[in-house]
């Protein structure tokens, strides 16, 4: 709302003792004329224009304010959200290292078990060798 009244100008009142009688007379009433016929409509009509534009102004100030308010609300959970992320983010990174780790520890441990798979080979091998051996030496000693 904007306030479009304009506000003619008012002639001047007589001064009494400056102005002679009838000069003083004729100021005056063109004076109390232009008051009564038209400032006092014109000075009604802005007040209500200025009422008006003051609860508009008063409006949009609490609105202004709500919004800056919304706005940091809003910002506080973004920063909220981030931290949250971040935390996220750093607990993923020590999961992975943790599984990084679990996973050489079970590639260790299988190379550990074909080791052992090829040293109970070797054993068995030999073992089949001495039984072997055994047998040949137990089939001599009983001839």
């Not at 052992?116 to 073992?127: D, F, K, L, Q, V």
């Amino acid at each position: 709302m904007a306030i479009t009244q304009v506000i003619s100008t008012i002639p001047q009142a007589g001064h009494r003792g400056d102005d002679e009688r009838n000069i003083f007379v004729t100021k005056q009433e063109a004076f109390q004329d232009a008051l009564t016929d038209t400032f006092v409509g014109q000075i009604n009509t802005f007040v209500t224009q200025a009422n008006t534009l003051q609860t508009d102004v008063n409006t949009k100030q609490t609105e202004a304010s709500t919004s800056a308010t919304n706005a940091s609300n809003s910002a506080t959970s973004a920063s909220t959200s981030a931290t949250n992320a971040s935390v996220g983010a750093n607990t993923a990174t020590t999961k992975a290292s943790e599984a990084s780790v679990s996973a050489t520890n079970a590639s260790n441990s299988a190379t550990n078990a074909d080791t052992s798979e090829a040293n109970a080979n070797t054993s068995a091998i030999g073992a089949s060798v001495s039984a072997t051996t055994a047998t040949t030496k137990a089939s001599e000693a009983f001839n």
